[in-house]
């Protein structure tokens, strides 16, 4: 199993970034997924996740009303858009697959079963 997040970068804050996790030898639609994120020195974090149907939805009151979660189960893919940034969504983010029931939105870390690498968002004030 191979999850490949992409997208990350410098962007200044109020600016928008948009991320990618794409996933291999996984059957996707099987899987709820997440995004989390680590900033430098603090514990990793739940940013936003989506069912496996796609109408379960979730987010951090941090992100609410600015990310958004999605996905292309014929892609593989699962997406966070992510706008008005600003110096505290800096930090390492990453995408992760659960096993979970259908509408279930998982929120924890120790809920995923695979995680991907991480890509590095980096916000200036």
């Known amino acids: 199993v191979q999850l490949q997040a992409s997208g990350g970068g410098l962007v200044q804050a109020g600016g928008s970034l948009r991320l990618s996790c794409a996933a291999s030898a996984l059957p996707f639609a099987n899987y709820a997924m997440g995004w989390f994120r680590q900033a430098p020195g603090k514990e990793r974090e739940f940013v936003a996740s989506i069912s496996r149907s796609g109408r379960g939805i979730g987010y951090a009151d941090s992100v609410k009303g600015r990310f958004t979660i999605s996905r292309d189960n014929g892609k593989n893919t699962v997406y966070l858009q992510m706008n008005s940034l600003n110096a505290e969504d800096t930090g390492v983010y990453y995408c992760?697959?659960?096993?979970?029931?259908?509408?279930?939105?998982?929120?924890?870390?120790?809920?995923?079963?695979?995680w991907g690498k991480g890509t590095l968002v980096t916000v200036s004030s």
């Open positions: 992760a697959a659960a096993s979970v029931g259908y509408n279930y939105t998982p929120r924890t870390s120790g809920g995923m079963d695979y």
